[in-house]
Nanobody, 117 residues
Framework: QVHLVESGGGLVQAGGSLRLSCAASGTFLRLNDMGWYRQAPGKQRESVAVIKRGGLTNYADSVKGRFTISRDNAKNTVYLQMNSLEPKNAAVYCC???????????WGQGTQVTVSS
């Protein structure tokens, strides 16, 4: 079982920055792909960024150049640095992690990000 806990959300003014963290705990050999997705009220869930264990990253077009995903494999933690935030970026941000054994994805509960104009 893998337990993911996000932190770092909050209220920020437009143009500001936030850094989200997601720490994994539990019993597992190692974490493979980790990522962040978000869901705003009335909208579909959207993948924001993904990072492979070796560091290769992929971003949604809407956040390229403003958001940076990173990870610390020793700490089983993934981060999302969000800069130049816009009101439309407001959502619940959740992390997920794929564990090859047993071959499934785990999700966190999410952290709220609110951006005021």
């Amino acid at each position: 079982q893998v337990h993911l806990v996000e932190s770092g959300g909050g209220l920020v003014q437009a143009g500001g920055s936030l850094r989200l963290s997601c720490a994994a705990s539990g019993t597992f050999l190692r974490l493979n792909d980790m990522g962040w997705y978000r869901q705003a009220p009335g909208k579909q869930r959207e993948s924001v960024a993904v990072i492979k264990r070796g560091g290769l990253t992929n971003y949604a077009d809407s956040v390229k150049g403003r958001f940076t995903i990173s990870r610390d494999n020793a700490k089983n933690t993934v981060y999302l640095q969000m800069n130049s935030l816009e009101p439309k970026n407001a959502a619940v941000y959740c992390c997920d992690a794929y564990v090859s054994i047993p071959g499934r994805t785990y999700w966190g509960q999410g952290t709220q990000v609110t951006v005021s104009s």
